[in-house]
């Protein structure tokens, strides 16, 4: 069992605010580490090559998690995108009680003017605790055109640390979907190294806490070339005892001129013992760009609970229904209706 | 378009130096000898004397800021923390040596008073020189008078408040102000009394190499109410200076006070200021701040709403140029029902300057019902500025409506081409933009310091745009 501190922030603030790192206490950290066999790929068959490589990282959760995957990664893939026409591949990876340890090493590399659409599934279906460890760094070359879509149904025993680093050149695009549902503590890093003129990245993510599970979300995006845009969308329902922290940057680097950030978290509380904690931060050293963003935190509305609740459902069943519209917008960025299915299903299990 | 050159903008009257004239100034340093010498100079009593010693074991073993601007440059052993004027507390402008007197005359304070303020307060480096109020509000029991008188003749008062609300343990800047403390003013505004004409507070450092460390403690007892004006300006040197002051405020239930500050420090001054309210139920307090000196400033103004359905807002403007790193922003802690507080935070950054946003909003689990919103905007003049916003938001309840959100953008083109084509040159165009960006905290200030005020933004902006 260890202590860990994870996911610093690229600028402290006040150590009282508590929110320029996170500790985790207890923690098992998996010394031998198991075979993780159990992975399907399904749709456009992609070239992948099993080599292990090691990643460097500008930011990540900790030296210690990267170098855990550097050292004992038990998959790793290369995966090289060349395809000029959008086509979807789903790479699952299912834990269960013979594959409960996953430390995965995963870089993408999208050919110049490649699309793609990518979904990448954690799925836990038997096992009592995973552990799970993964990097997946993106490289977008010029043109590029990838979709990502990431989702995280852990149970809520396990621990589900998340490392994404992507760079994305001249005209490239990166739009993800993060469905973060799973996970005792589930902690995610993200950077974005937006260097390419025109370049441009789009986060939707949500999440949904229940019981004791956290949540610690530190997205980081530096623009640096001319025009480039990010797009920031969170929303996230909490309840019973659980927390989230989110940490979004957005640092205009000098050059990036007429470049554009928006950051949007939202989150709605659904038990009073439940707690959120933002951090948005926009900083700035360019002065042609436009950096927006704002946060909100509250229970539902009453007076709509109430009048769906004249329609004849129970309070569950509206309370449910309102989160659902509150995400809707971000699934359906999803194209692929049985992943879609599965999300809301997942949605109404967890409210239950 | 081309750029105008920026040249370093003439602060005039904010300038001019004093000869270094004093009854006594203390040696250099911070050491047990010369915190106990300090309390002797202003013959503490007992219980000030063991406090400054307490706060200075406290400053021993609190670790500097690892967040913020970079204030390594800040060597206390280079720092005299107490500097005499050459003359006594005074009630008469008429009795204020010259030189001293030319200072506040300059900066408009005896004018002030007679025009449009019910009681002036003036400290000279590290005494206040100057304490005066008007007969009716001293009738009505109000008290204003400087922070050694009050700890003499209100000793019961001044013991029970006195670094409660802004315990020496909160950071080592406020552990300095512990053991160094001097000067400052303390204000008593009795049950159910409205000053209705604001009191104002000027604070100037005169000395180089020293370090001013005033303490403002001022309660508003039940269903009063208080408008309190501090001001502050020094004379550039080329060593730095600090200012660590402590304001403490009490707004008792259904008690209103607003707190208005004009800074105006010197370049070389290192900022690093604390300020905090206690407010009660139903009470309020407001905060309005327009910061446009010193060389880095620390500074976030912080309400606790203790009380149901107490009240804050801030209003607070920053503005940096060559050569500034001003680190400011707003603390509210909601810890009781039904509270509510709204901020309005405005940055303008210029000529390689940095602005920095910082804040916190906590709605505590007891806070149910509470509301809180927040707006912040940046303006960058230039492609060489940095402006930063590092809000936090700690919301612990369900029952709340909380909401964020901050803007960073450059003048607007099409607003210039707008008002170019009404016949405005583009300077006059881009500065009745700067200035219409400021206005929603300078209508907030009595119209002699929204004028002040102005009069500063315009001197900011003098060569900076273009």
Known sequence: MESLKLNETPVRTSRNFNINNIKLENIEIPKNVPEFSNIEIIGKKINIDNTKTETKLKYGLSEKLTNQVNANSNQNMQIKIESKTNQETQINFNFDNQNNTLIENLKITAEE??????????????????????????????????NIILINLLNTNSNNFLTIQNTIEENAKINYTIIDFGGKNSITNYYADLKGQNSENTINTIYLGKENQLFDINYIANLKG????????VQGALKDNSKKHFKGTIDFKKGCKKAEGNENESCILLSDTAKSISLPMLLCSEEEVEGNHSC???KLEQKQLFYIMSRGFTPKQAMKLMVRARFNKIIENIKNEEIKNTIINEIDKRLD | MAKTKIEEINRNIYDIKNKDEYDYKIKKGLTKEIIEEISNQKNDPDWMRNFRLKALEVYNKLELPTWGPDISELNMDEIATYVRPKTKLNSSWDEVPDDIKQTFDKLGIPEAEKTSLAGVGAQYDSEVVYHSMKQELIKQGVIYTDMETAIKQYSDLVKEHFMKCVPVTDHKFVALHGAVWSGGSFVYVPKGVKVDIPLQSYFRLNSPESGQFEHTLIIVDEGASLHFIEGCSAPKYNKVNLHAGCVELYVKDNAYLRYSTIENWSKNMLNLNTKKAIVGKNAQVDWVTGSFGSKISMLYPMSILNGEGA???????????????????FKVVHNNKNTSSVVNAKSISKNGGKCTYRSQVKINENAQNSKSTVSCESLMLDDISISDTIPVNDIRTDEVEF????????????????????GLTEEDAKAMIVRGFAYPISKELPVEYAVEMNNLINLELEGAIG
């Open chain 1, 296 to 298: 909100s935190s509250g």
């Open chain 2, 403 to 422: 909401s964020h959100e901050a803007k960073i953008g450059k003048l607007s083109d099409k607003t210039i081409f707008y008002l170019m084509s009404r």
């Open chain 1, 226 to 233: 001319e025009k480039s845009k990010i797009n920031i969308e």
């Open chain 1, 113 to 146: 003017n490649s699309k793609a659409t990518l979904i990448i599934k954690y799925e836990e279906k038997e096992a009592k605790k995973s552990y799970h460890n993964g990097i997946i760094n993106i490289l977008a070359l010029k043109e590029s055109n990838l």
């Open chain 2, 311 to 329: 009240k804050t807002e801030y209003t607070g403007i920053s503005f940096a140029g060559k050569g500034q790193n001003l680190d400011n922003g």
